[in-house]
């Protein structure tokens, strides 16, 4: 039946039916050809350009090369800052599956703690370029180094780099002077070329690292690399070489530094050591200080908040942010500013009482000896630290000859050429209390600011490079850090660090106050008389200062209520006398009284002045002294 | 006019031997100039690897093997065989979701015993339009509406099963070649302009049943530069291969984009974008020219071939063949979206070359065993 039933059916038809659709097939597949060819026309030809342009974008990379960063020598020629070759744990994202799994792997064969892991990860999330890898953990030991290194084929996207990295050999003492370098960050990138950091580990932070970071850091080297999709370097089409950054040469004498933090015990403090030739600075302490190394590591979060929350403020800055009243130290000043106006003479006499009443029933300005002095003159109220004497001098200049005299000394300003973040102080006028308190100047605000009181706040750099001045006879350098960039001798710009003379009306009033600073310690009365015995002559100057807290941190003041309550113990001195070499300011915070820092800056005179430190210190010597 | 060129072609060579040894010079002839040309690409793209190249050629002589060796079997046993074999690879199928193997989430493998593998839905390709062409093999043409309705459903079924796997690409390739035969057989212009129209539909309607891969892979296509580093790589990679290729391209392994790794996949889905980089649109025609060649000959044999089962199952082989390419080259090029088709013949990998050769040997077959008339 069904051979029958074909035998109606029309093969023929059906033949040519197939064979119209293989046809139609036919035509169909010969447009969409065409359709494939106008597609790669429009990429290969049309689009060619663009996707040309794409394909180089992709394999030309520029890779920049770190330049070894300048060295910090001191005076002596010691390294303060050094770079040292370290071997990091770097990754490549990109090359990691997974990174549970990573870290699991990792686990079991070196330490990566739950910080590093995190600081990773958050780093990770940042732009950054693709490919490029990023420390986990840095500065690994030799004995992690080869345990990493014996299972690296099987961590993908893991490798050991060898850096260099930022080392300060000495530690806390230098901190504040040095200063760190650290990690770069986002905000950091803003300020400075992002293409030239892209392969630097650390920028400068603060101290002369930060300062001088540009100095420091050199020129990038840039090389045009081609590169594969996961960022291997194939090979090199261009390249320029890295400059070296240069190195600085301080007026830093180590063992100066390194001395006068320890003389400073376990007081919390400031030295700032000046030589009045040059005002090079030759020590710049504040105590306590904090390893600058933590901050090249990377800081954990703990030890940060160690460092914040610590009561004595390590991350404060002393020496160049902390403003003391500068108490009796001010006298010499206030004592010239009293012949330049004509308020006082060397000749003149004056009874002092246990205490200075500017009207007959008014407040009682009480000295320090509460029976007074008697009588006495200029030279005496310096040699005796008289108080009421400088009350009723004060009283009679009024605040605005004190300020304009005080102002040719660098008081009020900041006057340091080559450190970033010095405080101003305070040197008050008339028109700052009518800004800010809005009130008229009393006279009893000038009988306090007489004796470096009251209103008035300087920095420890500040009563440095005014005592310096003093010491030369006026000759005024603006202190500074750095003596050579490279072997150049350094200039800074528009004259900005050019020496002047603050000249008196008489001259001859700076030997004379320089005599009376001498007597200070040679005096039998002389408050610094504890400081004789020395085979060359010391002028100087002693203070207590009537403790406010330090205008930076209101906290200091709440805790140790007992100890907050002793004086601030202030010394200057400079020394030879007649020619000298050094001039220091000493401060103890609540040191009581000032045999202290008199005796501190002896220490340091002695050792500076006869280069003869205490043998412990051999190692601070530097080469050039050999 | 052809016929005489044909004939003349063929006289260079000993026409009686061919034909008992059932290899069609033509197709055999355009076959090997695509293998050839498919080496020389995949030695640049495999970053000169001999081993590979020498891997793919152990392939591609089995796959040859097997081509000569069905070119053998007379159409009319395969004829009879298909419905059988339609049912056991069908089972086959249910037995891949039962207790197939697989990677990243997809079933796609039968384990079989010593280690090898097996891949049903691969054989689907050739089966399904042996069982369309052999439903319409005694009935006649063009079909009816009621014969449209039972070959949708003999599509329809090992479709949703491979599409479970899932495995869409092979899901579709296999439901296009049943729906070539129907064409072919002569299914009324009036139902295909009607599927033509209900096509947004039955998007939609896919896009419902895809996973979120399948759809992540729809929308890259749309839009590849959404994410560039992630699913959108592949694409912005392959058109920066192409593109910059240009009209005479960069040269024999001198493609960055192939050569630095940027281009993914290079020897296996992605290699016609070596071959655009490296030889520019030049070399792509050359390339397209090629499958031209295979295909033109295959429907020629479809056009000619005995009975209606040989006529519909060479001209949708063909075209399935066809669409293999088109499917490839315009993903890879960013007209299609990525759905993971190899390019027939010349991307590196197992399965895929010895269905295609045995393809080819079926044409072979329908082409040689012919009565003489």
């Known amino acids: 039946m069904s051979r029958r039933h074909q035998n109606f059916r029309n093969y023929r038809q059906e033949q040519r039916l197939t064979q119209q659709r293989v046809f139609a097939a036919a035509i169909f597949v010969l447009l969409m050809a065409i359709v494939l060819m106008a597609r790669l026309f429009y990429l290969q030809v049309i689009e060619h350009e663009l996707y040309q342009t794409k394909a180089n974008d992709n394999r030309v990379m520029l890779v920049t090369e770190p330049p070894p960063r300048g060295l910090i020598y001191d005076r002596n020629g010691l390294v303060l800052a050094d770079n040292r070759p370290i071997h990091s744990l770097t990754v490549i994202p990109e090359r990691v599956e997974s990174f549970p799994k990573l870290k699991q792997m990792l686990s079991g064969i070196i330490d990566i703690s739950d910080d590093e892991w995190e600081d990773f990860d958050e780093r990770r999330k940042e732009y950054r370029r693709p490919y490029q890898s990023l420390t986990l953990k840095s500065q690994l030991t030799d004995e992690e180094w080869a345990k990493v290194s014996v299972d690296l084929y099987k961590l993908d996207g893991v490798q050991v780099e060898a850096q260099l990295t930022r080392y300060y050999p000495y530690g806390e003492a230098f901190a504040h002077a040095i200063g760190y370098v650290g990690r770069i960050t986002s905000k950091d990138l803003e300020t400075v070329d992002k293409l030239a950091y892209q392969g630097a580990l650390f920028i400068g932070k603060t101290g002369v690292e930060g300062y001088y970071e540009k100095t420091l850091f050199g020129e990038a080297g840039l090389s045009k690399v081609e590169v594969n999709a996961r960022g291997r370097i194939m090979s090199e089409l261009e390249r320029q070489n890295p400059t070296p950054g240069k190195d600085l040469h301080l007026y830093l004498d180590a063992r100066l530094q390194q001395y006068a933090y320890d003389l400073l015990g376990d007081y919390t403090g400031a030295v700032v050591a000046i030589d009045p030739t040059t005002g090079g600075i030759l020590a710049l302490v504040s105590k306590p200080g904090y390893d600058p190394n933590l901050f090249v590591r990377g800081i954990s979060i703990d030890d940060y908040a160690k460092l914040r929350q610590s009561k004595k403020l390590p991350l404060f800055n002393r020496a160049l942010r902390g403003g003391y009243p500068p108490a009796s130290t001010i006298k010499p000043f206030m004592g010239l500013a009293g012949l330049e106006y004509g308020f006082s003479s060397w000749t003149e006499r004056y009874f002092a009482k246990g205490y200075y009443q500017i009207n007959p029933d008014g407040r009682r300005y009480r000295d320090w000896k509460r029976t007074g002095h008697g009588w006495i003159n200029l030279e005496r109220s310096i040699i005796e630290s008289v108080d009421t004497y400088y009350y009723q001098l004060a009283n009679k200049m009024g605040i605005t000859p004190i300020h304009n005299f005080l102002t040719r000394f660098g008081f009020g300003q900041t006057t340091l050429l080559d450190l970033n973040g010095e405080s101003h102080g305070l040197l008050p006028s008339n028109e700052w209390k009518k800004a800010k308190y809005k009130e008229p100047w009393y006279p009893g605000d000038s009988v306090n600011v007489g004796i470096g009181q009251g209103f008035m706040v300087a920095t420890p750099l500040q009563i440095a490079s005014a005592t310096s001045a003093l010491a030369s006879k006026g000759h005024y350098f603006y202190p500074r850090m750095t003596q050579l960039v490279g072997d150049k001798i350094i200039e800074f710009p528009d004259g900005l660090g050019d020496e002047h003379d603050i000249v008196l009306k008489d001259q001859r009033n700076w030997g004379r106050m320089i005599d009376a600073m001498r007597k200070v310690i040679t005096d039998s009365h002389g408050t610094a008389r504890r400081l004789q015995g020395t085979d060359y002559e010391i002028a100087g100057k002693t203070g207590t200062g009537q403790v406010f807290s330090l205008q930076e941190d209101q906290e200091y003041d709440a805790d140790s209520l007992e100890k907050r309550l002793h004086d601030h113990a202030l010394f200057i001195g400079f020394a030879p006398a007649g020619n000298p070499k050094i001039s220091v300011f000493a401060i103890f915070e609540n040191g009581g009284s000032s045999s202290k820092p008199a005796d501190l800056t002896k220490a340091l005179f002695d050792a500076y002045l006869h280069d003869d430190y205490p043998a412990r210190y051999d190692y601070l010597k530097g080469d050039k002294n050999d | ?373």
């Open chain 2, 1 to 373: 006019m052809t016929d005489s060129f044909y004939r003349r072609a063929l006289s260079f060579t000993n026409a009686r031997l061919w034909k008992l040894v059932h290899v069609d010079v033509l197709l055999m002839g355009a076959l090997l100039l695509l293998i050839c040309g498919g080496l020389f690409i995949l030695y640049s793209a495999s970053g000169q690897n001999v081993a590979m190249v020498e891997r793919q050629v152990f392939r591609l002589v089995i796959g040859l093997m097997i081509c000569v060796a069905l070119a053998q079997l007379p159409p009319k046993y395969m004829r009879r065989a298909s419905p059988a074999l339609f049912i056991f690879i069908s089972v086959l199928l249910v037995c891949v979701l039962l207790f197939g193997v697989g990677a990243k989430g997809a079933q796609r493998w039968l384990a079989l015993p010593g280690g090898l593998r097996f891949q049903p839905s691969e054989i689907m390709k050739i089966v399904m339009p042996m069982m369309i062409a052999w439903y319409f093999s005694d009935k006649q043409l063009p079909p009816n509406f009621k014969q449209i309705l039972a070959v949708l459903g003999l599509i329809v079924l090992p479709v949703l099963m491979i599409a479970k796997q899932p495995d869409l690409g092979t899901a579709l390739l296999v439901a296009v070649s049943g729906v070539f035969v129907l064409f072919l057989a002569g299914l009324g212009w009036r139902y295909i302009l009607g599927a033509t129209a209900l096509a947004p539909a039955a998007a939609y309607t896919l896009w419902q049943f895809m996973h979120d891969y399948q759809r992540q892979r729809v929308l890259t296509f749309l839009n590849p530069e959404s994410d560039p580093l992630g699913s959108g790589w592949n694409i912005i990679q392959s058109k920066t291969a192409i593109g910059s290729g240009g009209l005479y391209g960069k040269g024999f392994l001198q493609g960055t984009q192939a050569q630095l790794d940027f281009l993914p996949e290079s020897h296996t889905d992605f290699i016609i974008a070596v071959l655009a980089e490296e030889f520019g649109m030049l070399g792509c025609g050359v390339l397209i020219l090629a499958y031209f060649l295979v295909i033109a000959r295959g429907l020629y044999i479809a056009a000619y071939a005995e009975d209606n089962y040989a006529r519909l199952l060479a001209g949708s082989l063909t075209l399935t063949f066809f669409v293999y390419m088109f499917v490839n080259i315009g993903m890879v090029s960013g007209i299609l979206p990525v759905v993971g088709v190899p390019l027939p013949l010349v991307s590196y990998g197992g399965t895929s070359i010895i269905t295609i050769m045995a393809t080819f040997g079926i044409l072979m077959s329908i082409q040689t065993h012919k009565r003489a008339r």
